[in-house]
């Protein structure tokens, strides 16, 4: 079984910057492969970016939704077992819960963004963007 943990969430201004970052505990190892999604209120949960275990020990393919493509970084420090979105130039749609999601083994172009590829979740949390 594995746990994720959010953090970082909170209220910015437009422009601004936040780190979230997810916190993995219990039977997790530099395979796994791990998301973030966001949904905000009365919207689907959409995709946002991904780090894919690609079969090698430390090589990882990365993938982002359009949307945050140039402003969003995902990273991994698999010694802390805990995976990044670093967060800039934030605009108020960015505006979600987000959620980390993890599963053991790889992504795939076709797969990493469908939530229900995902077997473990955090809670969730909030970014608000003001304007």
């Known amino acids: 079984q594995v746990q994720l943990v959010e953090s970082g969430g909170g209220l910015v201004q437009a422009g601004g910057s936040l780190r979230l970052s997810c916190a993995a505990s219990?039977?997790?190892?530099?395979?796994?492969?791990v998301g973030w999604f966001r949904q905000a209120p009365g919207k689907e949960r959409e995709f946002v970016a991904a780090?894919?275990?690609?079969?090698?020990?430390?090589?990882?393919?990365?993938y982002y939704t359009d949307s945050v493509k140039g402003r969003f970084t995902i990273s991994r420090d698999n010694a802390k077992n805990t995976v990044y979105l670093q967060m800039a130039s934030l605009k108020p749609e960015d505006t979600s819960v987000y959620y980390c999601?993890?599963?053991?083994?790889?992504?795939?172009?076709?797969?990493?963004?469908?939530?229900?590829?995902?077997?473990?979740w955090g809670q969730g949390t909030q970014v608000t963007v003001s304007s």
């Open positions: 999601a993890a599963l053991q083994g790889t992504l795939y172009s076709s797969s990493y963004h469908s939530a229900s590829n995902y077997r473990y």
């Open positions: 219990g039977r997790t190892d530099s395979s796994y492969s």
């Open positions: 780090t894919s275990w690609n079969g090698y020990s430390t090589y990882y393919s990365t």
